[in-house]
């Protein structure tokens, strides 16, 4: 006998699975957030002239880099608990697991954006008598940020397709929704199908869009 297609149960748990939806974005957005506000602290670490400090920058971005966000879901939900008494929610666990590998990608984009500013820019705040500080906070980080908006949003794109693992430590996204749906009617592949298409849309939305912003971005600095 073979596999009987039932569309039905989409339809019926539209709202379950959008609200599943809305679970996986909040969880995507934040993290995506605290992983740029924290990238762009170790890039401005690794750039700097202590060695000190920018040695344990440089191994922090390396380490996480390279430690897949599906382990990291795991030692941050499942280990931390092991080692002291801080157990997180499964949500906050997902957040600080997608910030942590978001923020090593965000400080190579932010490292890349700020060694892009043309140098003459820097040496023209000097001649107007700014310091250091002003002349990073008021001439290189606005033509920084500039350049690392596409790449960032890109990093948001990536950030999101790795959020559909948030599910395995019990975030009730809609991955988590469609696999409670299946178990229930033992229809894995209607659910599993309509959830990766969403995704996959939403994803190819985004793509889209940034390629237009680049598009829009050279434009401008060609005139």
């Not at 992983?35 to 890039?43: F, K, Q, Y």
């Not at 897949?68 to 997180?88: E, K, N, Q, R």
């Not at 033509?143 to 950030?159: D, E, M, T």
């Amino acid at each position: 006998m073979g596999y009987r297609y039932d569309w039905s149960l989409v339809t019926a748990n539209l709202d379950r699975l959008f609200v599943g939806l809305g679970v996986l974005l909040l969880v995507s957005i934040l993290g995506y957030a605290l992983a740029m506000t924290v990238g762009l602290v170790l890039a401005l670490l690794r750039m700097s002239p202590f060695v000190p400090v920018r040695y344990p920058a440089t191994l922090v971005v390396e380490v996480f880099r390279g430690i897949p966000l599906f382990l990291l879901l795991f030692l941050v939900y499942y280990g931390l608990p092991t080692v002291g008494s801080l157990v997180l929610p499964p949500i906050t666990a997902a957040v600080i697991s997608l910030a942590i590998t978001g923020a090593a990608y965000a400080a190579e984009i932010y490292r890349g954006a700020l060694l892009s500013v043309e140098n003459g820019q820097r040496e023209a705040a000097d001649a107007l008598g700014l310091s250091g500080l002003q002349s990073l906070r008021d001439v290189v980080l606005p033509q920084a940020f500039r350049i690392a908006v596409p790449p960032g949003l890109s990093l948001f794109i990536a950030l999101l397709k790795g959020a559909t693992f948030v599910s395995v430590i019990g975030v009730a996204d809609m991955f988590y929704v469609s696999r409670d749906i299946s178990l229930q009617f033992f229809a894995p592949f209607e659910l599993y199908t309509f959830s990766g298409v969403v995704i996959i849309s939403i994803t190819l939305a985004l793509a889209g869009g940034v390629t237009l912003l680049e598009r829009r971005l050279a434009r401008s600095v060609a005139r």
